[in-house]
């Protein structure tokens, strides 16, 4: 059919060509001179013309002289004879002349009558036929986004399959995944006792936790094929594409059930329903409902399994954790230190590492590293190793790697001119210095000058534990921490730079946290303000004021003063330590970074020396 339609528009595009040339070539052609009526009667009489073709409205006569040709139009409806003899044409001088009136066949005939009707229709035929081509293929696109782009791993397939062991830490929530491996691998022994599956497993999480990775290795375990497909996949310009997509995706999996169906990033269809406005929101309305639909469908002998990821779970629509959807819920943690060393090793399995290279150490460097980072970290330290043409991952280039992960590149080249330099070896050594005296800031296990994304230098400073909650202590030291950096420009040149404003940001949002959503002030404890997130005007959060104006007149005097506080702690730290600053500084200048051994040798030093 394709091929005959295509063959079609062939012959229309040949007829439509042929009849061009054709005018072309009728108007164009050996044009003959045009003459008028009364110069052909005048030529007639005059004897100069040897004969006379007529057809249709055209008179074609030749001259006698080089049998020169000529055209005159005759008059519509009337004869040759009777449009000459009108003229006064010699009748006996006419009679002489070659007289011959072509009569068209009856083909020509019937095509002239018909190719004035024909050509319009033909036209407009083609330009109806493209037309409809061009919705057609817009059809066919449309029906392939119905189409849904789930990808299938096969479990046969050796190199993609990923198992538990690929898999480091998050115990429990292995536990729990390996109940549903046992159910795929054998979904008849739990139906004849008469369990009901689960059909859904939600599993929720910081980015990178290796949610996506534990799903599938839940399909490499039970070796069943796993179709997966990203939430934001669902979200195309037609409403309608999302909720067909995922008609297709279950059925793909119902037809080669056990199966697993993973859904990454579902907060990008699951959000709460009926907020929000626009035609996007229609779209993901219908694509959630569809999923709901198809869960909700399942047989009990379907034995495919919804696994689907978030790492949004307060703005999921509740409908998706009603019993027999999404009713078991996994956990997936940030790693801890145990976890994060045994992440290290796999990601370092087919990686050459040096003798001096210590897991444990990257692993203590790096709490709040999701695995993601980690594997991030070991592929920067390889990278690193490979420019400097190492053979193998030296400790240094890991440690280069962390920072690297986690401030952004070094800018060796980005050269600060000396002041400058002294400006930020003076302010980061505040920094270190002030955390260094105050029991409760987390521990200073670098410091550096050398630029670092938009940082100019930076102290790093680690908590010693992996820690979950925070004393109000630690917030108050941590403040003083982070005005440490101003106090030093202060004290030393008398006025500040724009260098700490982002310093003074941070320390201004925390000292609002501790005021406003921790309750540690002494306005009490309750929160101030709730947040609300505007999904559709932009993902902005906004906070509606749940308070007096009295009450914000405090909270922006109480945290005013925090940070006051902070700026005199640090001051007064500084003062006291003024040397030690010094002392910073120079070795700062003179090699760029201080790790911790040596930091902390330095401030030994100095508080002995005081003692
Ligand atoms: P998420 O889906 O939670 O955002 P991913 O599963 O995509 O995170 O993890 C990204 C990458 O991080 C994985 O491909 C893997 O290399 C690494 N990773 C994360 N967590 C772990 C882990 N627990 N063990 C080993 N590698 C991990
Ligand atoms: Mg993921
Ligand atoms: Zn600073």
Do not use: C
Not at 572 to 578: A, G, M, P
């Amino acid at each position: 059919m394709e091929k005959i339609l295509k063959n079609f528009s062939l012959i229309i595009i040949f007829v439509l060509f042929f009849s061009g040339v054709a005018l072309l070539s009728n108007s164009n052609a050996t044009a003959p001179e045009e003459v008028t009526l009364t110069t052909l009667v005048q030529q007639i009489n005059e004897d100069k013309v040897a004969s006379i073709e007529v057809d249709g409205q055209t008179i074609t006569s030749t001259l006698k002289e080089d049998e020169v040709k000529q055209v005159t139009n005759k008059e519509v409806g009337s004869s040759v004879s009777e449009s000459l003899t009108n003229l006064d044409v010699n009748k006996e001088k006419l009679n002489a002349v070659a007289l011959e009136v072509k009569v068209p066949s009856g083909f020509e005939r019937a095509m002239m009558g018909i190719i004035p009707i024909l050509l319009p229709v033909l036209l407009i035929g083609a330009l109806i036929w493209f037309m409809m081509r061009g919705a057609m293929r817009g059809n066919n696109q449309a029906l392939s986004f119905g189409n849904s782009r789930a990808r299938m791993i096969d479990p046969n397939d050796k190199k993609k399959k990923t198992l538990f062991k690929d898999v480091a830490g998050n115990k429990e929530a292995k536990e729990e995944l390996s109940e549903i491996v046992d159910f795929l691998k054998e979904p008849a022994k739990f139906h004849d006792l008469g369990a009901k599956i689960p059909k859904g497993v939600l599993l929720l999480g910081n980015p990178g936790t290796g949610k996506t990775l534990l799903a599938k290795s839940v399909a490499g375990e039970a070796g069943v094929p796993f179709f997966t497909i990203s939430g934001s996949e669902f979200v195309e310009m037609f409403v309608g594409v999302g909720a067909s997509r995922v008609r297709d995706l279950f059925k793909q999996a119902k037809k080669h059930s056990p199966s697993i169906v993973f859904i990454d990033e579902v907060d990008a269809v699951g959000r709460q329903r009926g907020a929000g406005l626009g035609g996007g929101n229609d779209e993901r309305e219908q694509t959630l409902n569809q999923i709901l639909v198809e869960m909700d469908g399942f047989e009990s002998d379907t034995n495919v399994i919804v696994i689907a990821a978030t790492n949004r779970p307060d703005v999921l629509d509740p409908a998706l954790m009603r019993p027999g959807r999404f009713d078991r819920r996994v956990t997936v943690d940030l790693p801890d230190l145990k976890d994060r060393i045994a992440i290290l090793k796999i990601h370092a399995k087919d990686k050459p590492l040096a003798d001096d290279v210590k897991l444990d150490r990257l692993a203590q460097r790096t709490p709040g590293f999701a695995g993601a980072d980690l594997a991030n970290l070991m592929n920067e330290g390889a990278l690193l190793a490979g420019r400097r043409d190492g053979k193998s991952i030296s400790m240094d280039d890991l440690v280069e790697a962390i920072e690297k992960v986690m401030i952004g590149p070094a800018r060796k080249n980005k050269r600060m001119d000396e002041k400058e330099t002294e400006l930020t070896a003076y302010h980061e050594g505040g920094h270190a210095l002030v955390g260094a005296m105050l029991k409760h800031a987390d521990p200073v296990h670098k410091v550096s000058i050398i630029s670092r994304g938009t940082a100019g230098g930076y102290t790093l400073s680690v908590p010693e534990k992996d820690t979950h909650y925070y004393s109000q202590s630690y917030f108050l030291d941590q403040l003083a921490m982070i005005m440490g950096g101003y106090a030093a420009e202060k004290m030393i040149y008398g006025e500040v730079t724009t260098g700490p404003s982002s310093d003074l940001e941070r320390a201004t949002s925390m000292a609002r946290k501790y005021v406003t959503r921790y309750g540690m002030s002494e306005l009490g404890a309750r929160t101030f303000g709730k947040r609300e997130e505007h999904i559709f005007l932009g993902r902005e959060v906004s906070e509606e004021k749940d308070f007096s104006e009295k009450t914000a007149e405090q909270i922006d005097k109480i945290v005013t003063e925090m940070v006051n506080t902070a700026l005199t702690t640090a001051q007064e730290i500084l003062t006291e330590n003024r040397e030690t600053l010094q002392k910073i500084t120079d070795v700062l200048l003179a090699q760029e970074t201080i790790e911790k051994d040596e930091f902390d040798q330095i401030i030994k030093e100095s508080t002995e020396k005081k003692a």
